[in-house]
């Protein structure tokens, strides 16, 4: 958001009783004290996807615009997303070399894949296809290929983080 909607945003966290835990915009760590994300409803960046695989909620701006003008913070569910549950906890994916190969030229996408699948999923990325749950494969890469459920990039971030919920948000 532009600095000066920042820091309004900021001022009207402070005067419902928030806190504001400022990120470092080059970290791709999110703050274990967050419980909220605000960001773009469209946005999908390492931290969205992390809060998502989190129990954190992301939300826009508008519930914090809303709280303030209610005086007290109104229910998040018509305002953002906060996933049912950890999706990958305990699932096993494997990365194909295609995937691979592709990611190659996605600078991060790699570390990436690791991060939300492990140190956020707390789900594990194994060395064969033979001990995994799903695959990561390549956008042009043939599903059939697989005995296993495929997952490209793009289908992989839908799952942690649909861009429609079919359930209602938040339940």
Sequence with gaps: YQRRVHGE??????????????LDQRSEKLDETVTHVISPPSARTIKTLAAALTDKWV??????????????WVAEDSYGYRAPRNLLRGKKAFISPTFRQAASRAPGRMQHARILM???????????????DFVFI???????AWPQPTRTWEQFIEHIYPKNPQQPIGA
């Design 59 to 72: 939300v826009s701006v508008f519930w914090v615009h809303d709280s303030h003008k209610a005086g007290a």
């Design 138 to 144: 390549a956008t042009r890469e043939n599903p059939a």
């Design 118 to 132: 492990e140190e956020y999923g707390k789900g594990i990325l194994v060395e064969t296809a033979d001990e995994a």
């Design 9 to 22: 945003v900021n001022r009207m966290i402070a005067l419902l009783g928030g806190t504001v835990v400022q």
